[in-house]
């Protein structure tokens, strides 16, 4: 058992049994007021306009998301490729245009980690994060320059 749970418990265990119901009829309340008043209006306004405001907040996160999402999408359900990237003498013909498409999965994940600064770590100095920031830089203008080349081509 963690050290977090049991001290949960110890802590419920002092709580007379009700205030122990009227914090869940709180939580379950609040819960509630927050999913009709926020989520679900976003939720069919994302359904109408394709984003909501909430989105918007961090549009660059929201677009890296959909982005990595719909392309891993494409290339489950691949049906061809662009002509320059067919390979007429491979077992498969695609494989040209799978690589493209990973490279541009790979890149917006690099993206979304630059977004999220998940290459820093507590106690890392600056010389320490600096190479992987440069790194997945790198990586992010590869899949976007990917990205923009062939963003006519992205469809199934």
Known sequence: M???????????GNTPWYKKIYYWFYRVFNSAVYFLRLRLP???RRGK???SYID??????YLCDVIIGGV??????LHGAPHELFDDNAENQTWKWEAVLDKIIEGFEAGRALIDMD????????ETWMPKQEKLTAKFNEGMDLFKQYFFNLWD
């Open 2 to 12: 963690s050290n977090t749970l049991y001290d949960f418990r110890k802590m419920l």
């Open 72 to 77: 891993k999408l494409l290339k489950e359900n």
């Open 42 to 44: 976003c939720f069919f």
């Open 56 to 61: 918007v907040w961090s549009f660059d996160s």
């Open 49 to 51: 306009n394709g984003y």
């Open 119 to 126: 290459y820093i770590h507590l106690g890392d100095t600056k």
